[in-house]
């Protein structure tokens, strides 16, 4: 973590107490006159206000009896201000207020007959500059029914609510014009973690999506649409996105901001499964959370259908049950993870997950938006470091293969060529200088510095024509021949069916097997007939090599090893392996060594078979 | 007087050259005759009776190490040639024998001659050959007795004796656990390859420590090490890191 951060976050505090004590003051009082009401609910959606009063419909008082709303039940509020009437008289203008129900009908009196006006949520109602508040609903005393009541019809539909919590009151023109004009010090607390939320989504987002554009890494892909889907559900209706997208509040925007807080988990998940690699690392876990993911994205497609199809009741429902289930999960798999995890990648899961899930709960039961955008703010603080972290890490990582890797291949080139027959081939070349066979001499030095020249070039080019290769072979056999004066004879044939001017094959990739063949194989064979033949030829996509000679056999060569020798592991054969993966692209066998016996099954020689993808 | 000898070499070339250079550019030796295998040299040498042997370590029937191991009375001294300086020739350093590498420079050549005609020890120089093939035939690679070619002689001592060595100009002071110094005539480089692989560390440009024989690292004063026989070594700033995780190493084994 930066080391800034601290400080940065003592800032913000700062500058957020700052606001909150200076710039604000109570201008005057916004407390309207506090109203009492009655409710009678039915699930009669058909029954109108007329019907209710004439077959004299009792109204509950709410203190009596226990009422939990239900997005089916409808609720009719009846108002009384029969002790304001004196109040209202005063002017001619008064505004009723009272909570946010996505469907409202207020009742009033206009003329000689009762009027319906409609003003929920879902309609476009009179406002001010205000982001927080809608305007109030104008009446006067005209407006009353029986000359005391006024009557809504309310509906409540995102979740289930109590009518206890309800507040109704009046306000004069003025308090009303101070609500929708003004802020005070408690709007400013509502606005303020929005707007910084909002800013740190939108930093986040940027960064990682930025990074994922960059790296093409899903995990950061799945992490930016997190944190979008965490910003339109958290931050939607007080940055007033509703009218921006939609210009009017309907039940396809309903559904777009309410689905949001679904697919906030679904990626969540997505993510943790990229970023923790889990298919590798944890595979119980990454089954869980496959499984979760594919649960919420049906859960997701499910609210959709439930809200554009207006079964609000079945989508809590829906919504209860998952969130019980990702709570759950939530809890066992950060348990999981604190216990199982194998590097700090776990730990940034687990307490981001936590922070989150506090939040989250939170909201649920208090009904406080703060709870979960303080939970989410930590918690992407803590996953915008936790994916600094991987990033940090994979770079170390990065760079210690690049190291191993360069190692590695000097490493192959350095089992290729045998300093012995380097310097027992100059030693062959002293020989020729001191009898004097000047010719001879000059000749193999002259092939000598041609090997050593393709030695060299090889260490800078990691494949090679296969012509030069075979080219190599030749002058490397000639010196070989000469060390060990002819004593053996060898053929290196190539198919006609192989363009040899074409074909690339890693340098130097034959030369361990040759030289085995001559050195193990035939000069330990106390016979004459030595003899070593090579030949290339190609079936299908492949180009095969096979060298092969008639000596002693692999486990005659082993047995006549002593003292020195025993015990060493040749790791020239591995690395031939690993060489001839990298280059093939494959983790098959591509080298393959035959022991050739005769019919008495006494060893006649070995036989090796490369195979090269062309 | 003139030295009889033998060549033993695998390959024809390398025998035939040194042959000729022997002939033709050192003095009263003569080649009494050039073998190719362990087996000849083992019928051959009782009977030739050489005072040098040229031995090549690498030899297609076994190593010129298994011809000494199965010799029952060695009476002549040994100049190993070898292609590549290696395991093997590690092995040589260690007893403090000659060697040649291939293809032969003629002064080296010389100079081992010369060497060889001084009259020798033959106590001291069995003993040399003695470690060779103990160490040969320790599990690798662990060599674990070195002789020392001091001004006096030869000293045989365990690596494990050895406390630190400390580097004085081009020559090396050995410090043991008995608390006696012996001043070879060699380079501490020479004896940082030697023992790289059995837990010594240069851990300055003037010591290359036993660290299995530290007491103590001290951080005071830029940082050094006690020694258990509280002789304090320099570190350099750059080798503490590495000389930590070493220790920390050691400490786990």
């Known amino acids: 973590m930066p080391k800034g951060f601290p400080t940065f976050c003592i800032f913000l505090l700062c500058l957020y107490l700052g606001i909150f004590k200076s710039n604000c003051q109570e201008l005057t009082n916004r407390n309207g006159t506090p109203l009492s009401f009655k409710i009678y609910s039915t699930e009669d959606n058909l029954l109108d206000l007329q019907k209710i009063l004439s077959t004299n419909t009792t109204f509950i008082d709410l203190d009596s009896v226990k009422i939990k709303t239900n997005p089916k039940s409808v609720n009719w509020l009846q108002i009384d201000l029969k002790n304001h009437l004196l109040t209202l008289q005063k002017d001619s203008l008064w505004y009723l207020r009272f909570n946010n129900f996505e469907y ?389 044939t190539v198919d006609e069916n192989i363009d040899a001017d074409i074909i690339e094959v890693p340098a130097l990739l034959f030369q361990p097997f040759v030289e085995n063949a001559i050195l193990h194989g035939l000069l330990s064979k106390k016979d004459s007939s030595k003899v070593l033949r090579i030949h290339f030829k190609k079936k299908d996509n492949f180009l095969f090599c096979e060298i092969e000679d008639n000596g002693i056999g692999r486990e005659a060569s082993e047995k006549s090893k002593s003292l020195l020798q025993s015990g060493k592991k040749s790791r020239g054969i591995e690395v031939t392996e690993k060489r001839l993966q990298l280059f093939n692209h494959s983790n098959e066998i591509n080298l393959s060594i035959i022991d050739k016996k005769n019919a008495d099954g006494e060893a006649t020689g070995t036989l090796v078979i490369i195979k090269i993808s062309i | 007087m003139t030295l009889k000898a033998i060549i033993i070499d695998d390959e024809k070339h390398s025998r035939e050259s040194l042959k000729n250079l022997v002939e033709e550019f050192c003095d009263d030796i003569e080649i009494l005759a050039c073998l190719s295998s362990v087996e000849e040299g083992l019928i051959k040498i009782p009977r030739l009776n050489p005072d040098i042997i040229f031995l090549d370590i690498e030899l297609q029937s076994g190593t010129g190490f298994d011809l000494l191991d199965q010799l029952e009375n060695i009476s002549f001294e040994v100049i190993f040639t070898t292609a590549f300086e290696q395991y093997a020739i590690k092995a040589v350093k260690f007893s403090s024998l000659d060697y040649l590498l291939k293809p032969i420079d003629l002064e080296e050549l010389q100079k081992s001659v010369e060497k060889a005609k001084k009259i020798k020890d033959r106590n001291v120089y069995s003993k040399q050959l003695e470690i060779l093939l103990f160490n040969l035939k320790q599990h690798q690679p662990s060599l674990n007795k070195l002789c020392l070619s001091t001004a006096d002689g030869f000293e045989f001592i365990e690596v494990e004796e050895i406390l630190y060595c400390k580097a004085e100009g081009s020559y090396t002071t050995f410090k043991l656990k008995n608390n006696t110094s012996l001043m070879v005539s060699k380079h501490l480089k020479e004896y940082e390859n030697l023992l790289a692989d059995q837990n010594f560390m240069r851990v300055h440009n003037s010591f290359l420590i036993n660290l299995k024989e530290v007491k103590k690292y001290i951080k005071s004063d830029g940082g050094y090490i006690l020694m258990n026989n509280n002789d304090p070594v320099s570190i350099s700033r750059n080798k503490k890191d590495q000389f930590l995780d070493a220790m920390n190493l050691i400490m786990k084994l």
Not at chain 1, 216 to 229: A, D, I, P, Q, S
Not at chain 1, 422 to 445: G, P
């Open chain 1, 104 to 492: 409202l009908s207020i009742y009033y009196r206009a003329g000689d007959s009762i009027v319906a006006e409609k003003w929920g949520v879902f309609e476009k109602v009179p406002k001010g500059t205000s982001v927080l508040y809608r305007s109030g609903f104008p009446f006067n005393e005209q407006s009353l029914i029986d000359g005391r009541y006024l009557y809504l019809k309310a509906q409540r539909l995102t979740y289930i609510d109590n009518p206890l919590r309800w507040k109704i009151s009046f306000f004069n023109r003025f308090q009303n014009e101070l609500i929708l004009e003004y802020y005070n010090t408690k709007d400013l607390g509502k606005l303020i973690p929005v707007y910084t939320f909002g800013g740190i989504c939108l930093v986040i987002f940027i960064l990682t999506l930025a990074y994922y554009l960059y790296s093409k890494r899903l995990e950061f892909l799945f992490y930016t649409t997190y944190v979008l889907f965490l910003f339109l559900y958290l931050s939607a209706d007080i940055l007033q996105l509703h009218e921006l997208f939609f210009g009017k509040f309907n039940l396809v925007s309903y559904a777009f901001f309410q689905v949001p807080q679904i697919l906030i988990n679904l990626f969540y998940i997505l993510f943790v499964i990229y970023y923790l690699n889990s298919r590798e690392y944890y595979p119980r876990l990454h089954r869980a959370l496959v499984s979760i993911a594919l649960l919420l994205g049906l859960t997701a497609i499910l609210s959709a259908i439930f809200i554009l199809s207006a079964n609000f009741q079945e989508n809590i429902h829906l919504l209860d049950f998952e969130r019980i289930i990702m709570t759950l999960f939530g809890l066992i798999g950060m348990i999981y993870l604190l216990v199982k995890t194998r590097d700090k990648l776990g730990y940034f899961i687990v307490v981001g997950s936590f922070m989150y899930m506090i939040g989250a709960l939170g909201l649920l039961f208090f009904k406080l938006r703060l709870y979960m955008i303080l939970g989410s703010s930590f918690e992407i603080l803590i996953f915008a470091s936790g994916l600094t972290y991987k990033i940090q890490q994979e770079y170390i990582e990065r760079l210690r293969f690049q190291k191993e890797s360069t190692m590695f291949e000097n490493k192959a080139l350095r089992a290729q060529m045998n300093p012995h027959f380097i310097f027992n081939s100059l030693s062959s070349i002293q020989y020729l200088i001191t009898t004097d066979k000047k010719e001879k001499a000059v000749k193999y030095l002259n092939k000598f510095s041609l090997l050593m020249r393709n030695l060299l070039e090889s260490a800078i080019e990691a494949n090679v024509l296969l012509t030069e290769e075979i080219s190599l072979l030749h002058k490397y056999l000639e010196l070989e021949a000469l060390r060990f004066n002819n004593t053996f004879f060898y053929t290196i």
